[in-house]
């Protein structure tokens, strides 16, 4: 597995000839080194719908012709902007070609602001992806909190 920062929340990770990027907040980030056009992934995954999480997931999506994966209130608004979605609750879990993604409590707020309103963006979550023969856990911006050591 192999894991690239680019800057925030935002991850890109490949392994098994598969590649996802988690919570792709790009444009407007001075730390991503890496515009949205640059990236060429399978999925796209949301921890939450937070602006510096959300960021450039539908110009990726639409880009790769790839999913966005996230809780399922906010892969509803992502369905609305025209890409694929799967939404996901906590606990449930997803079998893709080459990659798995499960979702974990998180504890944090959700909603997308938008200039004529907050979109709510479902319960925040942590992210396991196992990929290429390993696990990664992303917590997105949970609190600390005591199932992280079972995690």
Known sequence: MKITYL?????LVEGG??????DPFLT??????VKPADIKVDAVLLTHAHNDHFGDTIGIAKANDCPVVAPVELANYCTEQGVKTVGMNIGGSH?????KVKYTLAFHSSSLTLEDRIVYGG??????????GKTLYHAGDTALFGDMKII
Not at 7 to 11: E, M, N, R, V, Y
Not at 95 to 99: H, I, T
Request: aromatic fraction near 6%; avoid cysteine; proline fraction near 6%.
């Open 28 to 33: 407007g980030n001075p730390n991503s080194g």
């Open 123 to 132: 319960e925040p979550a942590g992210i396991l992806l196992t990929l290429g």
């Open 95 to 99: 079998q893709f070609d080459g990659f």
């Open 7 to 11: 800057g925030h929340s935002a991850l």
């Open 17 to 22: 000839g598969k590649s996802v990027i988690i």
